[in-house]
């Protein structure tokens, strides 16, 4: 085996390009970047399979941070373990630490310039509707009965219409899940014993 073939098979490396590459080229945050993620991780490098992934974006999220972070760890820590996690951190962090940087230092010389301001409105048109995609690409694999939808549906109106934190739609979908799961395990054993 060639050292180039030493190098793009390693693991810890393929981990900090392709996160490094999600944080260099993907507009509007986290959650623009699920689909992305997506994508690579279980399409493109099989790294997971696509529950694995729903698992991972259910945790990502119920966690405090930025679920493309938290997502970049939980996908580090699953293939390499804890230097995993740091390496694929790092690699999803710095694109975006280094632009911050160098984004201040030109909008603190340009001011208030229409052009600027003009462009920035149109980054934000393009990440809505990235992140709209993203609500659609895991609706469609998680939403697969009444009772998800349901609790999807009671979960945004208590955030958007009521004002409710997140952490407490995470918390109440946590319990309703293990109610929902005791209760149809509870009708399924006894469905089997009066067979």
């Known amino acids: 085996m060639s050292k180039l073939e030493k190098v793009k098979n390693n693991l810890y490396l393929q981990l900090f390009w392709t996160f490094f590459k999600l944080g260099l080229f993907t507009i509007g945050g986290g959650m623009a970047m699920i689909p992305l993620i997506q994508d690579i991780v279980v ?3 099989k790294w997971m399979t696509e529950e694995e992934a729903v698992d991972c974006i259910a945790v990502s999220q119920g966690l405090p941070g930025v679920i493309a972070i938290n997502m970049a760890t939980y996908i580090g820590q699953t293939k390499k373990g804890i230097l995993g996690a740091i390496v694929a951190t790092v690699g999803v962090i710095l694109p975006s630490f280094i632009i911050i940087i160098l984004v201040i230092k030109v909008l603190a010389g340009i001011g208030e310039n229409r052009y600027v301001n003009g462009a920035l409105a ?7 509707g990235l ?5 659609y690409k895991v609706g469609r694999q998680v939403l697969k009965g009444p009772f998800q939808w349901i609790l999807a549906l009671l979960s945004f109106a208590a955030i958007a219409v009521f004002s409710v934190n997140a952490v407490w739609a995470i918390v109440a979908g946590i319990f309703a899940g293990l109610i929902y799961t005791a209760v149809k395990e509870k009708k399924k054993g006894n469905g089997g014993e009066s067979q």
């Open 131 to 135: 992140i709209a995609y993203s609500a």
């Open 43 to 45: 399409d493109k490098k």
């Open 122 to 128: 149109g980054i934000k048109a393009a990440a809505t």
